[in-house]
Antibody, heavy 119, light 109 residues
Framework: QVHLQESGPGLVKPSQTLSLTCTVS??????????WAWVRQPAGKRLEWIGR???????TYNPSLKSRITISIDTSRSHFSLRLTSVTAADTAVYYC???????????WGQGIQVTVSS | EIVLTQSPGTLSLSPGERATLSCRAS???????LAWYQQKPGQAPRLLIY???SRATGIPDRFSGSGSGTDFTLTISRLEPEDFAVYYC??????????FGGGTKVEIK
């Protein structure tokens, strides 16, 4: 069974960098026609697509966040990562990782991790 | 960038009733790559429908999706107690970014 698990600090200070990792099990992160995506959701608000990466090297970011985000992948460790720089309170949200199965949307999700930006 | 507008914001229904949720796109959705997700409090979203009308693995047949172009509908034929949740639509695929709608909350009347 495909399983994704987010990890990282739950509290980040303003202006610092948020770093999260998503560990994938039950499927090869470098096999198949899969992208690996990040989505976030501020409390009580809609889901926001952050970006996605393909093991073959293609990376796409949400233009609204593009100047601050980096998504990378480590196939040897079966995980992919998100870095978001210069965070503010507006970046406080639950962050999800998910498998983007190209033609069949986001079919597997991690449980989510709450990240709070506060001094 | 496509903007997805969901209506109504809240739907108050009783178990056994039919639910009809709408998702309207600001421009035509390429290849009908429109998905629906269900989200319960404290949980990650769960994929229900992809390609506008195909049910994801394990999704009961009381859930159905329809529509094309800019207008899409999610129908729950007979609400079960576990169906009361928030539902989101998403345009996915190669037309990036892949935005979500604002959600429709289906609550018990």
């Amino acid at each position: 069974q495909v399983h994704l698990q987010e990890s990282g600090p739950g509290l980040v200070k303003p202006s610092q960098t948020l770093s999260l990792t998503c560990t994938v099990s039950g499927v090869s992160i470098s096999g198949g026609n899969y992208y690996w995506a990040w989505v976030r959701q501020p409390a009580g608000k809609r889901l926001e697509w952050i970006g996605r990466i393909y093991a073959g090297g293609s990376i796409t970011y949400n233009p609204s966040l593009k100047s601050r985000i980096t998504i990378s992948i480590d196939t040897s460790r079966s995980h992919f990562s998100l870095r978001l720089t210069s965070v503010t309170a507006a970046d406080t949200a639950v962050y999800y990782c998910a498998r983007d199965n190209w033609s069949t949307a986001l079919d597997f999700w991690g449980q989510g991790i709450q990240v709070t930006v506060s001094s | 960038e496509i903007v997805l507008t969901q209506s109504p914001g809240t739907l108050s229904l009783s178990p056994g009733e039919r639910a009809t949720l709408s998702c309207r796109a600001s421009q035509s959705v390429k290849s009908n790559y429109l998905a629906w997700y269900q989200q319960k409090p404290g949980q990650a979203p769960r994929l229900l429908i992809y390609g506008a009308s195909s049910r994801a693995t394990g999704i009961p047949d009381r859930f159905s999706g329809s529509g094309s172009g800019t207008d899409f509908t999610l129908t729950i034929s007979r609400l079960e107690p576990e169906d009361f949740a928030v539902y989101y639509c998403q345009q996915y695929g190669s037309s990036l970014p892949n935005p979500f709608g604002g959600g429709t909350k289906v609550e018990i009347k």
